[in-house]
């Protein structure tokens, strides 16, 4: 392609825009963004709304997220291009796509920012404030050509699917670029832990795909059972108890495991379960470590002789989140509300208290909320 591709841009578009975590956010009127090399011109149709969004962008950021202030809020989306560059070999106009938020700086992919939401390093807010400045919650979004997933709506059609469903691809691509980097066989057993909250119900949902037999922990009885239900005698649970002795002897019922993928959250005070699906591997077992707690206790005679492997991952590369839509377009990854998928409550961006509010109380496994800019 020699030139740039465009459809028609209005000259300005609206997104939810925060100056501050003291303060609350406007929906704000912006120039439309141009399209040059290396980037693509999205128009959001869909974008999640995680259940801890209070703590990233207002209530004075308790977490102490990196967020690259000011900025439009929002990471995941689903979308239509509506411009592309003359460097794109294969995205077109109209092309239904996924945005993932994982933004790598092209002369050192080692480090990492996440479309504004996290930017951990100078340079990344640097990158953060000057290129990469908004994120989806808007009607037009500028972003990186290599975070855009292309989906084949034909595929996704014949399985039943929709675009609104292909929210939650966003919330399991995390989960699987864990999964993929311990290696996770079909017929092997992963334990998963935290299940219940977003990012852990969307990673039974992975593992399931992948083939494997599943051990969900978590607190909520009631998500817990959801999940057992989505393929029984796959899906075994064990709930929470506080105590790493009972939460190690009640996944031993179950059986050793070959891989413990740890989801546990920054606001997680008690990390006993961690200790107990460290313990609960089986000789030459697998951690994927993808918490986000501040420390972990691990002890390195257990790791020694049990042979026991570490891998630590942030989200997932490119190549990972291409074979996850892979799965989707074959079939092998259901999606939709018949597969335990349902996306409970939608707003427009205007509507950011409810939004925000809804998410908090009501996010879990299965359960998402989005905002919807662009709805079709």
């Given at each position: 392609m020699s030139s740039t591709t465009t459809s028609q841009l209005p000259e300005s578009y609206k997104g939810l825009y925060f100056t501050s975590s003291s303060a609350p956010p406007e929906v704000t009127?912006?120039?439309?963004?141009?399209?040059?090399?290396?980037?693509?011109?999205?128009?959001?149709?869909?974008?999640w709304i995680p259940?801890?969004?209070?703590?990233?962008?207002?209530?004075?950021n308790p977490r102490g997220y990196p967020v690259p202030f000011p900025a439009v809020g929002g990471q995941n989306a689903v979308g239509r291009v509506v411009a592309v560059p003359s460097d794109a070999a294969k995205l077109k106009v109209g092309d239904l796509v996924i945005v993932d938020p994982t933004i790598h700086p092209r002369d050192d992919p080692t480090q990492i920012m996440l479309l504004?939401?996290?930017?951990?390093?100078?340079?990344?807010?640097?990158?953060?404030?000057g290129v990469w400045t908004h994120g989806t919650w808007a009607e037009l979004l500028k972003a990186p050509l290599e975070t855009v997933h292309r989906v084949d709506e034909a595929a996704l059609q014949k399985h039943g699917a929709t675009p609104r469903d292909l929210v939650f691809v966003g919330l399991m691509s995390v989960p699987y670029g864990g999964l993929r980097d311990v290696n996770l066989i079909a017929g092997e057993t992963v334990l998963i832990s935290p299940a219940t909250g977003s990012f852990g119900g969307a990673?039974?949902?992975?593992?399931?795909?992948?083939?494997?037999?599943?051990?969900?922990?978590?607190?909520?009885?009631k998500v817990l059972g959801e999940l057992r239900d989505l393929a029984p005698g796959r899906v075994e649970t064990v709930k929470l108890s506080g105590s790493w002795q009972a939460d190690h002897a009640a996944?031993?019922?179950?059986?050793?495991?070959?891989?413990?993928?740890?989801?546990?959250?920054?606001?997680?005070?008690?990390?006993d379960h961690i200790r107990a699906g460290l313990f609960s591997l089986r000789h030459g077992g697998r951690m994927s470590l993808m918490s986000s707690v501040a420390e972990i206790a691990i002890p390195p005679a257990f790791?020694?002789?049990?042979?026991?492997?570490?891998?630590?991952?942030?989200?997932?590369?490119?190549?990972?989140?291409?074979?996850l839509v892979k799965l989707v377009q074959s079939g092998v990854l259901k999606l939709g509300e018949k597969a335990g998928l349902k996306i409970q409550g939608a707003f427009k961006i205007e509507e950011f208290d409810k939004a925000?509010?809804?998410?908090?109380?009501?996010?879990?496994?299965g359960r998402a909320f989005v905002f919807?800019?662009?709805?079709e």
């Open positions: 009127s912006f120039p439309a963004p141009t399209v040059d090399v290396g980037s693509v011109i999205i128009k959001p149709l869909y974008c259940g801890y969004i209070n703590d990233v962008y207002s209530n004075s504004a939401f996290v930017a951990p390093s100078a340079e990344m807010q640097g990158l953060a404030r990673a039974v949902h992975v593992a399931l795909a992948m083939g494997a037999r599943v051990i969900a922990m978590g607190r909520n009885e996944i031993a019922q179950y059986g050793p495991v070959d891989v413990f993928l740890d989801m546990t959250p920054q606001t997680a005070t008690n990390t790791l020694e002789a049990m042979a026991v492997t570490i891998r630590a991952t942030m989200m997932c590369t490119y190549k990972q989140e291409e074979d925000f509010e809804a998410a908090e109380k009501e996010s879990s496994a919807t800019p662009n709805e």
